[in-house]
């Protein structure tokens, strides 16, 4: 059974519209985080959250807001969708997410197309 | 700044061949080092990881040894399977950092 839940696996978006992706993990951590994979950059880091408190955000935007309501989900929600935002996204999750080395457990990721 | 470089961004290999993806990285002290591997539709998932100088990471068949002479950690397998096709990134985790370093990844295409 996969440890970390990625909803959906397929998003289609309009441009200027809003979307959530979920993402829970059942794998007793305590850090989470997301990444974007995209034909420009293979993976790129957006956040980290340890104990549901924001540790880094590398996203220039604010149009990404993570959203932590328990200690095992941290969904993204994208506002005002671009065609540059379509892209796949992949929550991930390390035991305590303390600066260090960690390994870190992916999700499966939401292919999100905004057109 | 850290970074990681992987001068390989495809490698086409027949089966049984000889494989070596290239990791060299920029950190002071002692980083460590990871290889990840991605398979179609999947997430990155760890291959191995290691430490500390001359210590040598292992699995499924691929290794590789971390060199801070040559601040190099470098990826091979002595004999590749068609079910080894993915994309495999190399990783720095520096102390200070909460994040991971990665290479840009290199896709790895095995010719039946």
């Known amino acids: 059974d996969p440890k970390i839940i990625q909803k959906p696996k397929y998003l289609v978006a309009v441009t200027g519209s809003e979307k959530i992706l979920i993402c829970e993990q059942y794998?007793?951590?305590?850090?989470m985080y997301w990444y974007r994979q995209s034909a420009k950059k293979p993976l790129e880091f957006m956040f980290s959250y340890s104990y549901q408190k924001l540790m880094d955000n590398q996203t220039a935007s604010s149009r990404f807001q993570p959203q932590s309501s328990k200690k095992n989900h941290l969904d993204l929600q994208i506002t005002a969708l671009k065609p540059d935002d379509s892209a796949t996204y992949f929550c991930?999750?390390?035991?305590?997410?303390?600066?260090?080395?960690?390994?870190?457990?992916f999700g499966s990721g939401t292919r999100l197309t905004v057109l | 700044g850290d970074s990681v470089t992987q001068t390989e961004g495809q490698v086409a290999l027949s089966e049984e061949d000889f494989l070596t993806i290239h990791c060299n990285y920029s950190?002071?002290?002692?980083?460590?080092l990871f290889w990840y591997v991605q398979y179609p539709g999947e997430g990155p998932q760890l291959l191995f990881r290691?430490?500390?100088d001359k210590e040598k990471g292992s699995s499924r068949g691929f290794e590789a040894t971390y060199d801070k002479g040559t601040t190099s950690f470098h990826l091979r397998k002595a004999s590749v399977q068609e079910s080894d096709s993915a994309v495999y990134y190399c990783?720095?985790?520096?102390?200070?950092?909460?994040?991971?370093?990665w290479g840009s990844g290199t896709k790895l295409i095995i010719k039946p």
């Open positions: 950190a002071s002290g002692y980083p460590t």
């Open positions: 794998l007793g951590h305590n850090a």
């Open positions: 990783a720095l985790s520096a102390d200070s950092n909460y994040q991971l370093i």
């Open positions: 290691a430490s500390r």
């Open positions: 991930a999750s390390s035991q305590y997410g303390g600066a260090g080395a960690e390994t870190l457990y």
